[in-house]
């Protein structure tokens, strides 16, 4: 097996078509097909399905990917070095929705004053995504919340968070302050969508208790969440670095819940086989 062979693999992963990725590869198809083939002879496993024109990728294709996408990045970022081509893409930065709009912005613009760094990409999604997005080796590193659910990615906390249950003035809690979890049995809730970190730390805490978190609204959007419970359409559950306005003009009110606290870490993840280069390293130690 030789590395070639692995680049083969990934293009035609990424490209999900034999024809594609040989025109991005300068190569024919027979060369392609017959790089695929190597593989699945080397280790005994179907990668693609032909499915009409085009192909299926199988669950070995998947798992293949995860480790043939690190080492054909790492070849490709030394091979690049030692012909001292031209200086190595910008970073590639994920975070949650969450992080992405409370720290993010001041985080890269303090990265490039002081490091003289290009901009990097910025990927701002749901915590689910972005460690799928580094398990596929599509980010170099990310800042989420909550918890990591492969045992391939590395977390080192930065900082911590809470979250906060708020409803709108108009509200008939909102006087009271402290709050049980029986008053807020019937209450309709406005939420983050599943997978979400927040949402999970939400669920997590309360489904302990017998609670369960049943939402009359999901969204993506935290502004779209705390414009709805402003409007009194319901309560919710949102990280306390995102309410600050909101709750220093009097638009929304915090509760506490009586024996309940919503307490996480922030963590800059990135997978366990990514080589940490200068301008990784440089990132981590500044958010650090």
Known sequence: MSIKSLII???????????????????????????????ENRYHVRLFERMGRGIQKTNEAHHLYEYASHITALYQEMDSDFKKQKRPSPLRIGSSISIGTCLMPGYIKKYMETFHAPMPYIK?????????????????????????????????PFTKDRLVLVCSPLHPLASKGMVTLEDLREEPFLLREKNSGTRELAESTLMVRDFVLKPVLESTSTTAIINGVMANLGISILPERMLTEPIGKGSLIPLKIKGIEFK?????????????????????????
């Open 124 to 156: 701002i999604d749901s915590s689910d995504i972005i460690e799928k997005m580094l398990l596929e080796n599509n980010l170099d590193l990310a800042l989420i919340e909550g918890s990591i659910h492969s045992d391939k990615i590395m977390a080192e």
């Open 264 to 288: 996480r870490e922030y963590s800059i993840i990135y997978h366990q086989n990514k080589y940490l280069n200068p301008d990784i390293i440089n990132f981590i130690e500044l958010i650090k």
């Open 9 to 39: 693999f990934v293009t035609v992963y990424k490209e999900e078509s034999v024809t594609a990725a040989a025109k991005k590869l300068k190569l024919s198809q027979p060369a392609v097909s017959a790089a695929i083939k190597e593989l």
